[in-house]
């Protein structure tokens, strides 16, 4: 094989089963990557820098074509189920040597990164692709080693991704021509048939998560950040709750935007950058993340760019809604480059309650944080997503990333209430969602509104006013915030029709209620009543 790049590695490919006559493009940086994307075709510099590329059909995850290898090693340590589904060692044997045939017939390109800032804590990951786009977007969102860290550089894992080789799904058992598959024994993830390129970082997470809660550390999909004092935040969320734009905060340094692990005495980020999804993103709302987006080294996923002038659109969903940016750390001012947090003060659970039912802050018992931890709820509206009706759709997604989460949601809750109850930590949910109605009546909380409630709950301002109990769910919810009209703490009172309001009520604590359910067996009474009192 040819090794091209400055920075080989001695421990080759050929110890990843690649052995092939092309070009192995080694660890190469932004301009040479952006060379080889356009000269290929694959994308087109914009106006302001960025490189913009297409992901095809895929333009979000493929969640129904993601598997676990059922092997000895961790078959008894998997949550499996609708989440995590089995392959068998002998498939994935298959798709192995399929994707080992199609990676040998091209050039490639290797990026070797690790998995984690924590230099204890974390995971050396080889990521090889024929796509010089997709080496970017991994180069950007993991952490890069030290020149002098290349040398002698030998992956704990290793991604192989064929984002155009499709698999036959009747040979495999698989439900499409697509593949995402973890095999935790032989320490390799294979990915093909889609071109998204989160399902690359995205694997990360799930191997961190699988193998951290074993160090006592606490692995979460989150953001997080710091205080001028030093004090650390967390921030868990769902996809468009605003966990990216809150924790972006002009008077806090950002640790990280998506993915942290929690140990005995830190924060830290499991990433070298953010993934910020940038469908109608506002200068004015988030000035930080819109800037990336015309900044040289930013990969811009399915973002609509004019083939004359060469400016983009971020209004325009033409080609997906869940348009993406991915850029490294450093292009966000005022963050902590790489450096972990302190043990966190405050976590913050966000929600986007489309039902306009929630309080827009409440504060939480530990044993409150680990019920609504678990129930991760957030809702979905109409015209976000494929097959929405009219009315808001709840979504739970237990420890807010339920597709990332290789073992039983209460090995993570359960770590969370110890980490919560070692460092006295005060928690808070915070709606973003709806007020005044539903989803079409009334309107989106403001974002003003937010940040003043958020800036109360860590500065302590929240710690002296008075708190009322919620009728519905029994967290308590301050009276009053400096910055915040008052009438908006009670989401009663924002709606014409208050028996709508508690008819809604009605109905969103009877969808907790059964959600939870299948958590019940897992956890111990006080976590049971610590749920809706209604």
């Given at each position: 094989m040819n090794n091209v790049g400055k920075y080989v590695s001695k421990n080759g490919v050929e110890n990843q089963n690649i052995n092939s006559d092309n070009d192995i493009h080694w660890n190469f940086g932004t301009e040479l990557l952006y060379e080889h994307t356009i000269k290929q075709g694959l994308g087109q510099m914009s106006k302001g820098g960025a490189l913009v590329v297409e992901t095809g059909q895929h333009t979000g995850r493929s969640a129904n074509d993601k598997f676990m290898v059922d092997e000895p090693s961790s078959r008894d340590n998997i949550w499996w189920g609708k989440v995590n589904k089995p392959i068998s060692e002998e498939k994935f044997d298959i798709a192995h040597k399929q994707i080992l045939a199609y990676l040998n017939e091209r050039n490639l390109y290797v990026q070797d990164l690790y998995g984690g800032t924590d230099p204890a804590h974390r995971i050396s990951v080889r990521a090889i692709s024929p796509s010089p786009w997709h080496s970017l977007f991994i180069r950007n969102l993991l952490v890069r080693p030290d020149a002098a860290d290349l040398e002698g550089f030998a992956p704990d894992f290793t991604i192989l991704?064929?984002?155009?080789?499709?698999?036959?799904?009747?040979?495999?058992?698989?439900?499409?021509?697509?593949?995402?598959?973890i095999n935790i024994a032989k320490r390799t993830v294979l990915i093909a048939g889609t071109s998204y390129a989160g399902e690359m970082k995205k694997s990360v997470f799930s191997i961190l998560n699988y193998l951290l809660p074993e160090k006592g550390i606490m692995p979460m999909h989150c953001s997080a950040n710091i205080g001028k004092d030093g004090d650390s935040a967390v921030?868990?969320?769902?996809?468009?709750?605003g966990k990216t734009t809150l924790s972006a905060d002009p008077e806090r340094q950002l640790i990280g935007d998506d993915e942290h692990g929690w140990s005995d005495n830190t924060i830290f980020n499991f990433e070298g950058g953010c993934y910020a999804k940038v469908i109608r993103l506002s200068q004015e709302a988030e000035p930080e993340i819109y800037a990336t987006t015309s900044m040289f080294g930013t990969v811009l996923e399915n973002v609509v760019i004019d083939d004359d002038t060469r400016e983009i659109d971020l209004d325009d969903n033409s080609k997906a809604e869940n348009t993406r940016a991915a850029y490294p750390?450093?292009?966000?001012?005022?963050?902590?480059?790489?450096?972990?947090?302190?043990?966190?003060?405050?976590?913050?659970?966000?929600?986007?309650?489309?039902?306009?039912?929630?309080?827009?802050?409440?504060?939480?018992?530990?044993?409150?944080?680990?019920?609504?931890?678990?129930?991760g709820y957030t809702a979905k509206v109409a015209g976000t997503e494929k097959g929405l009706g009219k009315e808001p759709q709840a979504t739970f997604s237990t420890c807010f990333g339920a597709p990332f989460m290789p073992r039983h949601p209460s090995v993570y809750g359960n770590l969370l209430r110890e980490k919560i109850a070692k460092g006295d930590v005060k928690c808070w949910l915070v709606n973003t969602g709806w007020t005044g109605g539903v989803y079409g009546v009334g309107h989106r909380m403001p974002i003003k509104y937010t940040r003043a409630l958020l800036h109360g709950a860590l500065d302590g301002t929240l710690n002296d006013v008075e708190f009322r109990q919620d009728p519905n769910f029994g967290f308590d919810v301050p009276l009053s915030c400096p910055g915040v009209d008052d009438a908006v703490l009670d989401p009663r009172g924002t709606w014409e029709d208050t028996e709508a309001y508690d008819k809604q009520a009605a109905h969103l604590v009877g969808l907790f209620k059964e959600n939870f359910v299948e958590f019940e067996e897992h956890v111990d009474d006080a976590i049971i009543s610590a749920g809706p009192i209604a």
């Open positions: 991704h064929a984002p155009e080789l499709k698999m036959d799904p009747e040979e495999l058992g698989i439900n499409s021509e697509t593949l995402i598959t921030f868990f969320g769902l996809s468009g709750t750390i450093t292009s966000i001012p005022n963050t902590t480059d790489g450096a972990p947090g302190a043990y966190p003060k405050n976590v913050i659970m966000l929600t986007a309650d489309a039902f306009g039912v929630m309080p827009p802050m409440a504060r939480l018992t530990a044993e409150q944080a680990m019920y609504h931890f678990l129930s």
